[in-house]
């Protein structure tokens, strides 16, 4: 090994041209993989960290419409400092009524917070929420056209604007809304009267623990000595559990996705590695005839080749560690918080563990190949014929590539999902393969066109040194990755501009109350006659026991389990709601007045293993009501109206205060009117503009989009590599054919166009088949997993491939022109 090494070093100082396709293929794989670990890493740490902030003390109890009783608030008192916070959604109006917006109501106490900073603006006129007082995020400021000092109203109060919002300590702890946050004091709220029996609202209580307990025990106990109540206990562990899920699957999903460009950089890795010991078969020869025997050779060039690997992943690792700082200087506000500054060893190190093992696996073929060159091919030059890999070279790539997948599978946060990615992008890649080499023996029995350029570059699509199935995967695999894409997002896309919109109600109406409902409809029916008016009754509360099983107490509840989660939408009804269909069970007669049952959306049943005649408990109020399950329902999600997991039978909550919910559709004219009626005949209806709500999601579509297109653009970079690669590797062969064209007489345009016409046909052909595998990927995603409607942008995906192909014709053109440059009898010196 000593020796092998030196000669190694040796031959590196003469540097190592030949092996920057190597670097440059490892150096993108590995620098994407490590910097979407290291953002993901740095957001999930910064979320960890800051969790007392951002779930604003060290527990938080919330509850759902109601406040706590007295026994329970002793028992929340009793652990540490508290601060009482109480949020719903509420119309944010102009003082002089012409623009009404929805708003996050939020109120919150003097002690309010107690981890963490709430900053204002320059020129505020106050720091907090005081009588008569609001806060305002700047997007409410600007929606309503209100300045510091202006007036607005909310509910029944008017309130001056005292100063924007910078900084909500705890926002993203509080999930997702609908509107931008207006904040009060706890008297402004109770002066804006909105707070009514049957309002949809939220209370918490956030705690702020002696230093050195024990916060998860705290936080069972308190769980465990009040079963009953129905309210949800976090910790400063998990502040903001949805975003840190959402985070940890995208960085997952974009990981894997920089894995399957890895693969392809793989490819570009075998052909530099051809490309240079093809250049050194004249040395490989020398040393055999100076008696060098062949496990030298293969020490001597896999030493060199690792070395260069090993720095090509040093340097992606240090790109990648960067990712984090660089994201956080020019993207952080697309971000939940700021990723946390720093270096995360594990996604650095399985990096660079994916990035060796691909170099590992797809350098060993070409280094069998040099390690038999013989003696004797100093003198018969390019005729030799090649040797086939052993049976050991061949188990050393499988176990390459299978450790690979078993650390991306071991280190995966969905084991199952990683798995089945890795399966299908192995599948994929096999496809593409099996294109390839379909290709090249169609090629091969085409008849033969009578145009002599033509009929060459058809040839060379299936001569014996052909790449073009190497080709069609790492260029194939590239396309069809920004194909499945642009199908997925080209659907996503028409269904928010035009058919969602079209299905799809004005608004959806929340907290009418239910004394005044009649009022209601007579005012909708004289401000937009002849408009859909549909209202259901509405409570809200969690489900907190399954067949007598305290949901609390349960362990390894189910990923999709989102039903046991937070607090749920109720209702009841005495018929089958529009867009639903029964799959189990019966409805109830009309007019039961039994004992109570509820009606449960299928899927949810089946994930939570339950059937008919289970019972479900759920609290409302603070009052706990179990129902037997009579049927299960398919639910028409696509009707885009009021959609209800759980429906219980008429006479379940008979006693209990609830509003009521209504969708409206209407000429878009009516919206501006209507608007204006409502929150002036009742403050306490919230209106939330289904149009603001659809712009929302079709913006975080495309932020999601944007990540995912930058991660596959790795993959077309590397499939450009392996292309750059293809033509350096054939570069020989290529010099060796117009060298003999040009004895036959072709001029140097000539051979030009040949090569035009034969890069012009491969990204014809890789293009066509990234048409066929993106519109099938995409067509299963959209129709089967998201089951929309199927009606992509056939513009868009074409303007997609024909970019990926006209990139193809360039870069194969632009590496043929040195072929142009050789002179005949130069190259049948070398040759």
Not at 168 to 193: N, Q, Y
Request: glycine content about 10%; overall charge positive.
């Amino acid at each position: 090994m000593s020796l092998a090494f030196r000669l190694a070093l040796r031959d590196l100082r003469g540097g190592f041209r030949g092996l920057r396709l190597l670097a440059l293929c490892l150096f993108l794989g590995v620098a994407a993989i490590a910097g979407v670990g290291s953002l993901s890493a740095a957001i999930v740490g910064e979320l960890a960290d800051r969790g007392s902030v951002i779930l604003g003390g060290d527990l938080s109890v919330s509850l759902s419409q109601r406040q706590a009783d007295p026994a329970e608030r002793r028992a929340i008192t009793r652990l540490g400092r508290v601060s009482e916070s109480a949020s719903m959604r509420a119309m944010a109006a102009r003082i002089d009524g012409a623009e009404a917006v929805l708003a996050e109501l939020k109120a919150v106490d003097d002690a309010y917070p107690l981890y963490g900073s709430l900053t204002v603006s320059p020129g505020a006129i106050a720091a907090r929420p005081g009588p008569g007082r609001v806060l305002i995020a700047p997007a409410l400021a600007d929606r309503l056209r209100v300045r510091v000092g202006d007036l607005i109203r909310i509910g029944e109060a008017s309130l001056i604007v005292a100063g924007l919002i910078l900084d909500e300590p705890d926002k993203v702890g509080e999930g997702f809304t609908l509107g931008p946050t207006a904040m009060v004091d706890m008297a402004g709220l109770a002066s804006t009267r909105l707070i009514q029996p049957g309002s949809l609202y939220n209370w918490r209580y956030r705690i702020a623990l002696p230093p050195g307990t024990d916060v998860a025990a705290t936080a069972e106990r308190l769980r465990t000595a009040h079963p009953e109540a129905g309210w949800r206990i976090r910790d400063s562990s998990d502040g903001a559990p949805g975003v840190r899920r959402f985070v940890e699957r995208i960085g997952q999903f974009l990981t894997l996705v920089g894995l399957t460009a890895l693969l392809i950089a793989g490819i570009g890795v075998g052909n530099g590695v051809s490309a240079y010991l093809e250049g050194k078969r004249a040395s490989i020869a020398t040393l055999k005839t100076l008696g060098a025997p062949a496990p030298l050779i293969f020490r001597i060039y896999l030493i060199e080749i690792g070395l260069v690997a090993i720095g090509a992943v040093i340097a992606a690792l240090l790109v990648g560690a960067f990712v984090p700082w660089l994201v956080g200087r020019i993207a952080a506000g697309a971000l939940p918080v700021p990723p946390q500054i720093g270096v995360y060893p594990v996604p650095l190190l399985l990096a660079a563990a994916y990035g060796l093992l691909v170099a590992l696996a797809f350098a060993l073929l070409p280094l069998a190949r040099a390690r038999a060159v013989s003696a004797a091919s100093l003198f018969r030059g390019a005729i030799e014929a090649r040797t086939r890999p052993g049976l050991p070279v061949i188990a050393a790539v499988v176990g390459a590539l299978l450790i690979a997948a078993i650390l991306a599978v071991g280190s995966a946060r969905e084991p199952l999902f990683a798995a089945g990615f890795l399966a299908a992008a192995g599948g994929l890649i096999a496809l593409l393969a099996a294109l390839g080499l379909g290709l090249r023996v169609l090629a091969s029995r085409l008849p033969r066109p009578r145009q002599p350029l033509l009929r060459l570059a058809l040839a060379r699509l299936h001569a014996p040194a052909t790449q073009i199935d190497r080709l069609v995967i790492a260029l194939g695999l590239g396309l069809s990755l920004f194909a499945t894409l642009a199908v997925i997002q080209t659907n996503l896309a028409g269904q928010i501009r035009n058919s969602v919109p079209a299905r799809a109600p004005n608004f959806f109406l929340l907290d009418i109350p239910s004394a005044e409902i009649d009022r209601f409809r007579a005012i909708v029916a004289q401000t937009a006659p002849g408009a859909t008016l549909v209202t259901v009754p509405s409570l809200r509360g969690p489900v907190v026991a399954l067949n007598g099983r305290r949901v609390a107490e349960m362990r390894n509840i189910p990923e999709g389990a989102w039903i046991l989660r937070g607090d749920r939408g109720l209702t009841f009804a005495d018929s089958l709601p529009e867009g639903n269909r029964l799959t189990a069970g019966q409805w109830w007669p009309p007019g039961y007045a039994g004992p109570p049952l509820v009606s449960m959306d299928a899927e949810a049943g089946k994930l939570l293993g339950l059937k008919i005649g289970d019972s479900i408990t759920v609290s409302a109020l603070g009052v706990e009501l179990p129902a037997r399950i009579a049927s299960f329902r398919e639910i028409n999600w696509d009707s885009l109206g009021f959609n209800f997991v759980l429906i219980f039978s008429p006479h379940a909550f008979d006693g209990a205060p609830f509003n009521f919910m209504a969708t409206l559709s209407l000429p878009p004219a009516r919206e501006a009117a209507v608007n204006r009626a409502v929150t002036g005949a009742f403050p306490s209806v919230s209106l939330i503009r289904v149009g603001d709500v659809i712009a929302t999601v079709g913006g975080l579509l495309g932020q999601l989009a944007s990540a995912v297109a930058a991660a596959s653009s790795v993959a077309i970079a590397a499939g450009v590599a392996v292309l750059v690669g293809t033509i350096a590797a054939a570069r020989r062969a290529r010099v060796y054919d117009a060298v003999l064209l040009k004895l036959l007489g072709a001029t140097r345009g000539q051979i030009l166009l040949l090569q035009a016409i034969e890069y012009a046909l491969l990204g014809l052909l890789v293009s066509l088949i990234a048409l066929a595998v993106g519109a099938g990927a995409g067509w299963y995603v959209v129709t089967r997993v998201l089951q929309l409607e199927w009606a992509p942008d056939w513009g868009i995906v074409a303007m997609t491939l024909a970019g990926g192909a006209l990139l193809t014709f360039t870069i194969g053109l632009l590496g043929s022109l040195p072929v142009l440059a050789a002179r005949p009898a130069r190259a049948l010196r070398e040759l």
